[in-house]
């Protein structure tokens, strides 16, 4: 019987360029099978950094994370190719790089997934954790990218830095401004994130380019133009209902969603010990958040509800569609003479161009939640207890309205710096 010289070993791919970069870079792993003064090289599909890689035991280092899974990959592949080597032996086949590669790659085809798979299974997780707007944005990011992605074969390893600048040119193509370009790359990145938390890749570059999401200026009523539309007479019964959602958002600072949900019996009347007049609350779960928010409810806005009283069910205020009181506050406003031009500042591919609009071509049902914030702090009230009522981040909420509430402090130097 004739002796068999055959040997498999492990090593991490050198390349022109490598030792620039340090031994932090993730290299390709490559199988080495050398047999019958033949010679097979091929990747093993796998990464590793090279201070993370025993050369001597030609295996990942035991104190790397997820180390075992990783070696225990490379011993299943070495006895993979002695076996596919022997099995041709045994049918009287002479082996060749050909046989092995084709028997070696001939399940994992089948098995092998590819990053989009990977993606639309991720969204199928995520239907029963995020809700149904959340899932709708994350859908939307997906076809997008699958677009792009039409005619590339693209895998994990390819989602960095040059690849990601093309993919925001292609948005930027299609129209969209920063802020949009900037969701859309986050939600790349996070669904990559769970896939590398999944163990299906190693890639970090992914984290390396990103398009800046820009903070535009807030739209906004002032007290008298909220109270020149408190003034405003209805034309009809469809302009009642619509100034009612508007309004109360205005008096509020609740988003559409939850005023739409909310029901009288969720207003109680609340009373403090050495304050005559009681005070009315609004005890609400956010729809967005799913926090608990206790709102205050001011007269003007419980006068609101109370003209609401003897319509059926139990919900607090008429019922509209969100579309539909866009689509008529709109017209109420041009009526009530909202005309004042605002600017608004549009930033694509890091160029900004601002266009003015009048007023009430800009009003929307979160336009009211705006105004009750902005109209809050101008007065005084503490910005954690406007926070705290329109249900945010006090930080999240100064970062977004600091240029509103700065319009203030010219007031108070012409009040106060008199020499």
């Not at 609401?308 to 709109?330: T, V």
Request: glycine content about 6%; some cysteine.
């Amino acid at each position: 019987m004739r002796e068999i010289k055959k040997y498999v070993r492990f090593y991490t791919q050198k390349r022109g360029g490598w030792k620039e970069r340090g031994n932090q870079e993730p290299r390709n792993i490559v199988m080495l099978f050398n047999y019958d003064s033949k010679r097979l090289c091929t990747l093993t599909g796998l990464k590793i950094a090279e201070c993370d890689w025993d050369s001597d035991k030609q295996r990942v280092k035991l104190s790397v994370k997820r180390a075992n899974q990783v070696n225990a990959y490379l011993d299943g592949l070495e006895a993979k190719v002695n076996d596919i080597y022997f099995g041709a032996l045994a049918i009287h086949r002479i082996p060749d790089n050909h046989y092995i590669l084709k028997e070696l790659h001939k399940d994992s085809e089948k098995e092998k997934t590819t990053l989009l798979e990977e993606w639309s299974k991720y969204l199928e997780v995520q239907k029963h954790s995020v809700k149904a707007r959340s899932l709708e944005a994350l859908t939307n990011s997906f076809e997008h990218f699958k677009k792009f992605a039409k005619g590339k074969r693209l895998d994990f390893d390819d989602i960095k830095t040059d690849l990601l600048s093309k993919y925001a040119g292609h948005l930027f193509g299609l129209g969209h401004v920063d802020n949009t370009v900037h969701k859309h790359l986050k939600r790349l990145r996070a669904f990559m994130t769970y896939a590398k938390k999944a163990g299906l890749h190693t890639n970090e570059r992914y984290r390396d380019f990103n398009v800046s999401a820009k903070v535009g200026r807030i739209l906004f009523l002032d007290w008298n133009e909220v109270k020149t539309l408190i003034d405003y007479k209805p034309e009809n019964e469809t302009e009642h209902k619509v100034l009612a959602n508007f309004l109360f958002g205005c008096l509020s600072a609740m988003r559409f969603s939850d005023y739409h949900a909310l029901k009288r019996s969720d207003i109680t009347q609340v009373n403090f010990e050495g304050v005559p007049e009681p005070f009315h609350a609004a005890t609400i779960r956010q729809l967005k958040t799913d926090k608990i928010t206790v709102v205050p409810i001011l007269p003007e806005a419980l006068a609101i509800i109370e003209r609401n009283k003897d319509a059926k069910g139990d919900y607090a205020l008429p019922r509209m569609s969100n579309q539909k009181i866009n689509e008529h506050i709109k017209e109420i406003g041009k009526k009530a003479g909202l005309i004042t031009k605002v600017p608004i500042d549009i930033y694509k591919d890091g160029k900004r161009e601002t266009k003015y609009q009048e007023k009430w071509e800009r009003l929307s049902t979160h336009t009211g939640r705006k105004s009750f914030i902005s109209v809050a702090a101008s007065k005084g009230v503490p910005i954690n207890i406007v926070a705290a009522i329109a249900g945010q981040n006090p930080k999240t909420t100064m970062k977004h309205y600091m240029g509103v509430l700065d319009k203030e402090k010219f007031e108070e130097l012409a009040k106060r710096m008199k020499f």
